[in-house]
Structure formats: structure tokens, C-alpha cells
């Protein structure tokens, strides 16, 4: 398994695992990042920081450190 941090620009993975603990885990499920949710990477930002992904239908940026704490296969 990788982080989604290590996921390259136009791949679709499936979200495996969420790390993280009490408030930054619920952001992340607030966002609608859950278990078993496709999620493409549209782009990195060119000092890497935040990258775009489409997950249930809409676009997000999230930062990279969020990014680490989403396992994904």
C-alpha cells in the first residue's frame, strides 16, 4: 500500500485505510474520503503542495500532510 501523497497525477485508486487521529481524521471523512472510495488525482501543484483529486463526483484540494494519512491500493 502507498499514501495518496506518493500517487501520481491522472491515476484512480481506491482508499484503503484512514490514518490520523480525532479531528484530522473526521476532516478527512468530512471531506468524504471513507474506505472503498475511488478517488482520481487531477494535478499537483507545482511545489507539490496541495493536490487536486475528484472523489464522489466533485473536486478537492487537500494538503500533502492530510495526504499522508490516506492509505491507498
Avoid: F, Q
Wanted: aromatic share 2%.
Amino acid at each position: 500500500m502507498k499514501t495518496l501523497k506518493e500517487v501520481k497525477c491522472g491515476e484512480t485508486v481506491t482508499v484503503a485505510k484512514l490514518g490520523g487521529e480525532g479531528a484530522l481524521k473526521r476532516r478527512i471523512m468530512d471531506m468524504g474520503i471513507t474506505k472503498g472510495t475511488p478517488v482520481y488525482v487531477r494535478k499537483v501543484a507545482p511545489l507539490g503542495d496541495p493536490v487536486e483529486i475528484t472523489i464522489r463526483g466533485y473536486e478537492l484540494s487537500i494538503r500533502r500532510n492530510e495526504a499522508e494519512n490516506i492509505l491507498v491500493e
